[in-house]
T-cell receptor
């Protein structure tokens, strides 16, 4: 079956622009996670969805970042007024049940470059 | 907050050699995950350890969680070029099946044929 799909794979934008990154999880996975990975670093947690609701958004760095999952499947990470420091690979992961009792399945990531 | 330190940061080995990567936590580990990442690809799950003293193996890769649950090691036997990549340890530090994994910075492994 298909894995976690993320689009676009690469996005180059100018400072101040708005960006949307999409994640299509594995079918049937109720939990969805967004992580951000900067060069030379491990992934950092951003937000976790259980179904349609954001169960924990404590990792979002500021109010320019927002994520939705309106139907409990596809999720979109939205970044307003992008800054150069937002440049990173944004990873989406899904799991059948809450992490800690199973593995996370990661997508290949969306590489965001802010010029 | 929990921090994970991985050592070494990078490693170059000759094909066929054994190697060990370590992951040390600043706090008790309630769940320790090992992932592998190749450039341009997502993280691939390798193993999960939860109990002190637990050891798991998959093909030529063995991971252990020490008794005190603050350190894990990943051992590769008879390395192959296919083992090359970045190995990341991730920790669940809350004991409640947390969804917030904290990751180390990774160990970059190169295997020379």
């Amino acid at each position: 079956g298909a894995g976690v799909s993320q689009t676009p794979s690469n996005k180059v934008t100018e400072k101040g622009k708005y960006v949307e990154l999409r994640c299509d999880p594995i079918s049937g996975h109720t939990a969805l996670y967004w992580y951000r990975q900067s060069l030379g670093q491990g992934p950092e947690f951003l937000i976790y969805f259980q179904g349609t609701g954001a169960a924990d958004d404590s990792g979002l760095p500021n109010d320019r970042f927002f994520a939705v999952r309106p139907e409990g499947s596809v999720s979109t990470l939205k970044i307003q007024r992008t800054e150069r420091g937002d440049s990173a690979v944004y990873l989406c992961a899904s799991s059948y049940r809450r992490q800690g009792r199973g593995e996370l399945f990661f997508g290949e990531g969306s590489r965001l470059t802010v010029l | 907050s929990q921090e994970l330190e991985q050592s070494p940061q990078s490693l170059i080995v000759q094909e066929g050699k054994n190697l060990t990567i370590n992951c040390t936590s600043s706090k008790t580990l309630y769940g320790l995950y090992w992932y592998k990442q190749k450039y341009g690809e997502g993280l691939i799950f390798l193993m999960m350890l939860q109990k002190g003293g637990e050891e798991k193996s998959h093909e030529k890769i063995t991971a252990k969680l020490d008794e005190k649950k603050q350190q894990s090691s990943l051992h590769i036997t008879a390395s192959q070029p296919s083992h090359a990549g970045i190995y990341l340890c991730g920790a669940d530090g809350s004991g409640a099946g947390s969804y917030q994994l904290t990751f180390g910075k990774g160990t970059k492994l190169s295997v020379i044929p």
